[in-house]
């Protein structure tokens, strides 16, 4: 319940320091940097290295990149029967395909399966979320806004000068090996920090702005996000057998708000900004309601 209640508080935090204009609005890209740079880098080291090498390890990436295409697919079929824009199509292959897997997901499935589940849920934000928006992302916001060129140098450095992607691949080396005391306590302040500060940064990024025209892509966009992905999550992990913690973490993963980031990069292409933000606002908020009864389904 306090970690219900912590989300809950800080995000209406952060919601409110917008509405009044207490801080800057560089004040999100902050905090999202220092996300990025200190807080998940932190208790990646601090929880990746407890996992037990086996397949259990694999099966978030398998779920996270089988749910992403499976989902793309899916948009791309529901533009062309409804003939959406290529702007509006390019945004909804962003935040409706890429799920909020560490910002969100840390949180809200510690609160529900414990911290047994963290090395899952960064497995799948590292190397099934994250690898896909540095490569998929780029791609899908070059090809639709046509500003900007792909390249497989630029794809490639972003992926490996991305501080998590950097520690996820250090604490992988590390399995098994128990850190120092001090090294230990050093890393849980510092991976402490990111409950608290990704929450009122997603406070302070909440927009709910959207056009009478775009109700129905938005619409659209939150049941695939919200629904059919963790679905797709559920229907992949039965076919194969798999029923432990790694898969119980990925289906919850699957079903997490659309990511923030997303939405920014749709915006600065140019991909229906007020679509993109909004599917993103009312995707995080609803996902409160959505994950619940997805991780009553699963137990």
Known sequence: MENFALITLAIIVGYFLQRLNIFSKETPTI????????????????QVPKLVFSFDVLIPTVVAWLVMGISAVLVLIISKLLSWSKEVTG?????????????????????????DALPYVLIYDQLGTFIA?????????????????????????????????????????????????ILTTVLTSF???LI??????????LQFKVPSHEIKPLSI???IKLIIAPLIAIIITSLIGW????SKASIMEAGMAPMITAGVIASMAGLAPRLSTAVVGYGIIISFLTTNILFRIIA
């Not at 840390?106 to 911290?115: C, D, E, H, Q, T």
């Open 31 to 46: 905090l999202n940097q220092f996300i990025i740079y200190i807080s998940l880098p932190a208790i990646i080291l601090l």
């Open 91 to 115: 945004s909804l292959m962003l935040v409706a395909i890429l799920t909020n897997s560490s910002i969100m997901g840390v949180p809200i499935i510690n609160a529900y399966l414990g911290s």
């Open 133 to 181: 928006l540095a490569t998929y992302g780029t791609f899908i916001a070059a090809y639709y806004s046509n500003k900007t060129e792909v390249n497989t140098k630029m794809i490639l450095t972003k992926i490996f000068t991305f501080p998590p992607f950097l520690s996820l691949i250090i604490a992988l080396c590390f399995l098994e090996v128990e850190f120092n005391p």
């Open 191 to 193: 991976a402490n920090t």
């Open 196 to 205: 608290p500060v990704a929450l009122v940064a997603v406070g302070l990024q």
């Open 221 to 223: 966009a939150l049941a």
């Open 243 to 246: 029923d432990n913690m790694a």
